[in-house]
T-cell receptor, first 109, second 112 residues
Framework: DAKTTQPPSMDCAEGRAANLPCNHS???????VYWYRQIHSQGPQYIIH???NNETNEMASLIITEDRKSSTLILPHATLRDTAVYYC??????????FGAGTRLTVKP | DGGITQSPKYLFRKEGQNVTLSCEQN?????MYWYRQDPGQGLRLIYY???????QKGDIAEGYSVSREKKESFPLTVTSAQKNPTAFYLC???????????FGPGTRLTVL
């Protein structure tokens, strides 16, 4: 089973880009990388996912290294409302998502 | 509005009582999931269902039961056999077995 490693916490200044790293060195070729975030006492919110190529949507960008052993979620202009726990997940089985402890991002004014 | 609803938001029960948590979705998703989250921890899978009238145990199914009689609904019963039921419970659904999972707002259960 692929596992992910994320820093427990990070700070970011409001208006700056937040770059959240994730290591998944044992990822298999057909496993996707998913990112979710969870604001306190709410359900996780889907952000983005990818397989090999970099992906961008209205919320964020996902950069996956060529060897797929790590990825970075980029919030281009962080706001105070982006303060949350961010989860990087590699899909182990098709029917579940293994959530670790994630990275607690604090956006500061 | 399409989405996933969970009710109630907060639930209190006395020790030894069974309690049922509701999860409804109008996204026309085939698969539904129940997770448990303890303070400061990630999510752990309790049960999942890929189709009506079928469901499978997740990593921590002991002390829980589910049913899937309708596509839209996947209720979770926390039985008295669950030793430490106080937690935040999250329901999710996905279009298929490989689809992105979308989560409801959660139910916080407290055993008094």
């Amino acid at each position: 089973d692929a596992k992910t490693t994320q820093p427990p916490s990070m700070d970011c200044a409001e208006g700056r880009a937040a770059n959240l790293p994730c290591n998944h060195s044992t990822i298999s070729g057909n496993e996707y990388v998913y990112w979710y975030r969870q604001i306190h006492s709410q359900g996780p919110q889907y952000i983005i996912h990818g397989l090999k190529n970099n992906e961008t949507n209205e919320m964020a960008s996902l950069i996956i290294t060529e060897d797929r052993k790590s990825s970075t979620l980029i919030l281009p202009h962080a706001t105070l409302r982006d303060t949350a726990v961010y989860y990087c997940i590699v899909r182990v089985r098709v029917d579940d998502m293994r959530f670790g402890a994630g990275t607690r991002l604090t956006v500061k004014p | 509005d399409g989405g996933i609803t969970q009710s109630p938001k907060y639930l209190f029960r006395k020790e030894g009582q069974n309690v049922t948590l509701s999860c409804e979705q109008n996204l026309n998703h085939d698969a539904m999931y129940w997770y448990r989250q303890d303070p400061g921890q990630g999510l752990r899978l309790i049960y999942y269902s890929q189709i009506v009238n079928d469901f499978q145990k997740g990593d921590i199914a002991e002390g829980y039961s589910v049913s899937r009689e309708k596509k839209e609904s996947f209720p979770l019963t926390v039985t008295s056999a669950q030793k430490n039921p106080t937690a935040f419970y999250l329901c999710a659904s996905s279009l298929g077995r490989t689809g992105t999972q979308y989560f409801g707002p959660g139910t916080r259960l407290t055993v008094l």
